[in-house]
């Protein structure tokens, strides 16, 4: 018995020793619990996610989507109306005249997660999409154009639409867009209420 409380005994100072060590490196790397706030800069036309949300697909806010109307006359070329992001990044147009074509869309770096659609002159064929638009019924879809459908002269070199400012909206028949400073492009058919929102990490189609 003596020798087992002696042998406790002298295990204690070990053991008190080897609680109160601490690696010099401890304070170079926080505890699990700590939280690291992240910082994040937008450059216009992508929104930036919030600290207590991940950016998806199928959910966005549009609270900035309520802007100024802006005179659509402006925008008119070769029967239909162009228009570009003020950062480049975006060409759009909404096309509204004969034959019942009625649709709103662009062309743009679409998000990563983009679905695959069929292709142009391939259909059975699925692919990355080159465009996003909404039509005259149904929701907004990504497609895939052998050409760019929604630039002036159908991507004539040079050929670019007005800038459209941030914040203001652009209405032609029923279709409206707007370019938000943190949100993107958001075109909508007012009639069906679908449409779409995209930036280039995130879209939404309703």
Known sequence: MRRLLA??????PLLTLTACDRSPHDDAHPAASTVVSVVTETTGDTPSPQA??????????????????????AYALAGYHYFTSPSGRWTCAIMVGEQDLRVAGCH????????????AGAPDQLGPPNAIEVGASGPGEFTQHGDPAFLPGGGTPGATGKVLPYDRS??????????????????????????FTVSDTIYQLF
């Open 7 to 12: 042998a406790a005994a002298s295990a204690l």
């Open 52 to 73: 207590s949300e991940v950016p998806t697909s199928t959910s966005r806010d549009r609270s900035d989507d309520v802007a100024t109307p802006i005179d659509a006359g």
């Open 108 to 119: 743009g770096p679409l998000p990563a997660d983009a679905p695959r659609v069929p292709q």
């Open 170 to 195: 652009l209405t032609v028949g029923p279709f409206t867009c707007i370019l938000g400073r943190t949100s993107g492009v958001t075109c909508r058919n007012n009639d069906s209420g679908h449409g």
